[in-house]
């Protein structure tokens, strides 16, 4: 199964899982996002969703069905190349390929919560509103929009089910006005009971396993010089309110990485940091850069605006600094 692949599920888990809570005037936004940042919708719920991806907005159908405990299993329909089960229970992750007959396992995002990391952030980044409701899928939506007080990072608006509190879409909305729709729910229903066999995956005979371990937590750099072989690069400063959330590396891998977590509290961005192999290519995308700094590759993924991406790697060329601490302070530049 590629990266890529897996990259585009995942996203998908994230419209249906956790979204942040930013506080500001506007009570009514506020307690919409606090529910989907809990996923407390109280409910079971079954939907088709259409997610449009790039500049030429190809279209991913997937059919999510999500207890009122949180447990959820996303089937992806459509395109063919991309079909596979994705199940979340809480505790693990599994991810099934029929294409390449692998069951991937690793563990669950849902164990880590954020929230007193991310919460400050989106008060200090983002202004919030309530605007004109709207029809999704039959269901009334409370629409609220995120204002990020940066110009060059996208605002958000979020379509909430008025009853449940279930996010049924969201739109980005580029600096220069522009609108675009990166997820609609297209059916849904709330049914009183879902069968417990849709949170299994049972592949059929001869499929291989791959598991991930949780990825090792780094505090220093210094610790993750020892671990990678290289002392990565820390941005001193780092632009559009964005600041550092967590630095990981796998615990065994043949490819050593660094892998840092940014977020501005609603928007995230990975980076990646590693020594290249002689002769190794990357793919290039839509949504990640990457540029080679003192003999190591840095990578920043993201589905932002290229604009900031640029922005973000800059920080890491021009404001570096090996020896800073983890937690940084960022600034607006």
Request: aromatic share 8%; hydrophobic share 35%.
């Amino acid at each position: 199964m590629s990266i890529t692949r897996i990259s585009k599920v995942v996203s998908l888990s994230i419209l249906i899982g956790t979204i942040s809570l930013s506080i500001g005037e506007d009570d009514r936004a506020q307690r919409y996002l606090m529910r989907s940042l809990a996923g407390d919708y109280k409910v079971n719920v079954v939907a088709m969703l259409k997610q449009y991806q790039g500049n030429e907005k190809s279209t991913v159908i997937a059919k999510i069905q999500r207890s009122k405990e949180g447990k959820t299993r996303q089937t992806v329909l459509s395109p063919l190349h991309m079909q596979c089960e994705y199940l979340d229970d809480g505790t693990t992750i599994q991810t099934y390929s029929p294409d390449d007959r692998t069951l991937i396992v690793q563990p669950s995002n849902q164990s880590g919560p954020d929230l007193a990391f991310r919460t400050p952030l989106i008060e200090k980044n983002y202004l919030l509103k309530t605007e004109a409701s709207k029809k999704i899928a039959g269901r009334n939506c409370v629409v609220v929009t995120a204002n990020s007080r940066y110009p060059q990072v996208p605002s958000i608006r979020f379509f909430f089910d008025e009853k449940t509190g279930f996010p049924l879409s969201k739109e980005m909305i580029s600096p220069n006005g522009d609108s675009n729709q990166e997820y609609e729910v297209v059916n849904v229903s709330f049914p009183s009971k879902l069968d417990k066999s849709i949170f299994k995956i049972e592949p059929p005979v001869g499929y291989e396993t791959i598991s991930y371990a949780e990825p090792t937590k780094i505090g220093s750099t210094s610790e993750a010089a020892q671990l990678l072989g290289f002392t990565p690069t820390i941005p001193t400063q780092i632009p559009c309110g964005f600041r550092i959330q967590r630095m990981t590396t796998t615990k065994k891998s043949k490819w050593k990485a660094l892998c840092i977590k940014l977020t501005d509290g609603l928007q995230r961005v990975t980076v990646y940091e590693w020594i290249p192999e002689p002769g190794e290519s990357i793919k290039t995308g839509e949504n990640r850069v990457i540029k080679l700094h003192n003999g190591v590759n840095i990578m920043i993924v993201s589905d932002i605006d290229s604009n900031v991406r640029n922005m973000l790697i800059r920080s890491f060329l021009v404001f570096a600094d090996r020896n800073a601490p983890v937690m940084l302070t960022s600034i607006g530049i």
